[in-house]
């Protein structure tokens, strides 16, 4: 099974086209959505609850499988790869989640190490064992996201924004070139976004991740993104630069009885 | 009807199929359960009406058993059942008809003694248990009065006898021991089956359901045999002794770690699989990984218990032969030596007590 390339343009890190995803009970999450982005862009990805924003981003490393519509990651189309070459491309793909989903009962060097399991022997890594090279790596890691001397801790001993810091050092340590980050400061603490936020742009920033990012948030938006597409009802409705996406835009396509500052917490219309 | 705010349940049209199916379930069981309660009126008669047998005694239950008219109840009761399905309009529903399509809405609100399937109900409950009380041969008067019989035993039992403290305390340690080697056995194999009998990680392909149906229906059979038949099979395989005890608490053990351990991986929080995944993790690396840290303290904690309820049952295999203390507890009982069953029952008793206290305060401390 070999995918074929992209039909366009050698620097994108994304391409997807006419994806759809109908769930067993006939729910219709995504409708035909088509989206390319850029090599280096921090994308965010608006709309509200229920919109398909999560299952658009699930649907990108296939932790869903589409029901229609491909998708390409950096030229390989993941939507026609199977078993290890399927876990490759994964491997270049990190993933932040609103719950963090750290391993709880792991410390937190593991939990940044399992950032490196696509790369690592299946023997030595069911054993939990890593190269003293990998542990170096995961140290430096942990010390990116300001949680030296945490090392040694349980995830689950952690804050909120602590533990989703160790999953930004996870994605880190995984290499990527892509991160999808399901909401990532929804349930954290106003005041922590961010810190949490400005690790993201971090690896957007200086590491030359591309970041696709759904976000609850106005403000955050403005101030991260480079560029901004909204969901309703599974369908892209709006593409465009952050600065287009003002209070005004927003009443356009959600309607006229949404408020901005009301349905985005904490947004400034 | 509903209120306006009540969340609407969207009812599918019904295939004719799926009604004609239904239809023939409800009559099922009201047949069945016509039947039933015919043969049980037509047994409570003959045991009541002092008819004797060929023999010039009164009917044993047995008997009276052997001669009842099934056929006819049968046919009876299902005629009855076609009946009372038709008119149930006018004479209220049957039961198999609201088990199968819900209770008409007439009768919604009735409480049970304004329907006939109430008084239907209550008089089937009333036969089952006075016909359960003449086929188990119930004797209260002499439950209450023939206490003397026994008392010299419990006098038995209240002065033990030091003679078979050695021998016990030396097989109560086999006991444990056994159930202890039970126990270790079966964890690895109780380890490997969960996954493959846990219904959210063999939804994957053809392959993954089909052995999870096959790992599901064999637990099943294996646990619903009970440990002192696995201990017959074994010891005529391995041969009277402790080990036969062990195989016959190992098999069991098993079954039923693996359905506790294959629920609790059943009930895991998604989150770190999904994490895992997304890392290009294998599927091993991600059952490492994003399962098994979520589900050793729980499996621990159910491994204690089992090997503290392997203990109790090495007792009971112990007196077919599958050693431990039951092997010469079960001697000295049919010989009436009370005194020394006194000494081995308060041995168990301790030894089960000590195993509960220590098996609690662990499983306390890990979940
Ligand atoms: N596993 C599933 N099975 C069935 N329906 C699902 C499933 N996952 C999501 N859906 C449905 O698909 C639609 C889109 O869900 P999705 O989670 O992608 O929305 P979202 O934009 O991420 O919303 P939120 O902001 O609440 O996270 C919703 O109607 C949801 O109920
Ligand atoms: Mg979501």
């Known amino acids: 099974m070999s995918a074929t390339p992209a039909p366009s343009g050698a620097r994108e890190a994304v391409r997807v086209e006419g994806l759809s995803k109908v769930f067993p009970d006939g729910v219709r ?37 589409p029901t229609e519509g491909r998708v390409w990651i950096f030229g390989r189309e993941i939507t026609a790869a199977q078993g290890r070459e399927l876990r490759a491309i994964r491997a270049a793909i990190g993933m932040i989640f609103q719950q963090f989903n750290l391993v709880r009962r792991h410390s937190v060097l593991q939990n940044v ?12 890594s069911l054993l939990l064992h890593f190269s003293d090279e990998e542990r170096r790596r995961a140290r430096a890691c942990l010390e990116r996201v300001g949680l030296e001397g945490r090392e040694e801790s349980r995830a689950d001993a952690l804050s909120g924004g602590q533990q989703q810091r160790v999953a930004v050092a996870r994605a880190l340590m995984q290499q ?18 961010h810190s949490v936020m400005r690790h993201i742009e971090a690896l957007n920033r200086e590491e030359g991740m591309t970041v696709l990012c759904s976000l609850h948030d106005l403000d ?20 465009g630069r952050p600065e287009a996406f003002d209070g005004d835009t927003f009443r356009r396509i959600y309607g006229h009885d949404a408020e901005p500052a009301a349905a985005l917490a904490g947004g400034r219309a | 009807m509903t209120d306006a705010g009540a969340p609407r349940r969207v009812l599918r049209p019904e295939t004719p199929w799926q009604k004609g199916w239904r239809r023939l379930q409800a009559l099922g069981i009201d047949g069945l359960l ?51 399905n038709l008119f149930y309009r006018s004479i209220g529903a049957p039961i198999g008809r609201v088990l199968t399509r819900g209770v008409p809405e007439e009768e ?19 036969l089952t248990f006075f016909t359960g009380w003449i086929i188990t041969e119930v004797q209260l008067v002499t439950f209450l009065t023939n206490f003397n019989k026994a ?22 340690v086999q006991t444990v021991f056994l159930a202890f080697m039970a126990t270790a056995f079966a964890i690895p194999v109780a380890f490997a089956l969960s996954f493959a009998a846990a219904r959210n990680l063999t939804r994957g392909s053809a392959t993954a359901r089909i052995l999870y149906s096959v790992v599901r229906a064999v637990m099943n059979f294996t646990r619903a045999v009970e440990p002192l038949v696995w201990a017959l099979i074994f010891i005529s395989w391995v041969g009277i002794g402790p080990f036969a005890g062990v195989l016959a608490l190992w098999i069991h053990s098993v079954a039923s770690l693996a359905k506790l351990y294959s629920e609790q991986i059943e009930s895991i929080d998604r989150g770190p699989v999904e994490a895992i995944t997304a890392t290009g993790a294998s599927y ?22 089992r090997w503290d309820i392997n203990v109790r049952m090495s007792t009971i295999i112990g007196f077919v032969g599958g050693g431990g203390i039951g092997y010469i507890l079960k001697p000295r009982v049919d010989l009436g030596e009370w005194g020394e069953v006194g000494t081995l029952v308060l041995l168990i008793a301790v030894a089960v007590w000590v195993m509960d206290l220590v098996s609690a305060r662990i499983r306390e401390r890990i979940v």
């Open chain 1, 29 to 65: 999450a995504l409708d035909g959505v088509s989206l390319a982005v850029e090599e280096g862009e921090f994308l965010a990805v608006l709309g509200l609850s229920g919109s398909g924003k999560s299952t658009l981003l699930r649907c990108i490393n296939r932790l869903i499988d």
């Open chain 1, 220 to 239: 955050l938006v403005q101030r991260y993104a480079t560029r901004v597409v909204a969901l309703k009802e599974g369908q892209l409705v709006f593409e």
């Open chain 2, 108 to 126: 919604a609100d009735l409480p049970w003694t304004r329907t006939l399937r109430g008084w239907f109900g209550a008089l089937f409950v009333e």
């Open chain 1, 113 to 124: 190490l399992s950032g490196a399991l696509g790369r690592s022997g299946l023997l030595s």
């Open chain 2, 284 to 305: 091993l690396q991600v059952l490492r990984y994003g399962v098994v840290p979520q589900v050793v303290p729980p499996f621990l904690s159910f491994t204690i218990y």
């Open chain 2, 34 to 84: 016509l039947a039933l309660a015919l043969v049980m009126g037509e047994f409570l008669f003959h045991a009541f009406s002092g008819e004797r047998g060929p023999t010039g005694l009164l009917l044993t239950p047995e008997e009276i058993l052997g001669r009842l008219a099934y056929l006819p109840a049968l046919a009876l009761g299902f005629a009855g059942a076609l009946v009372w």
């Open chain 2, 151 to 172: 008392s010299d035993m419990v006098r038995g039992l209240a002065s033990p006898s030091g003679e078979v403290l050695r021998e016990g305390l030396v097989l109560l």
């Open chain 1, 176 to 193: 990527a070139r892509l991160v999808l980050a399901d909401e990532p400061v929804a349930s954290l603490d106003p005041a922590l976004r």
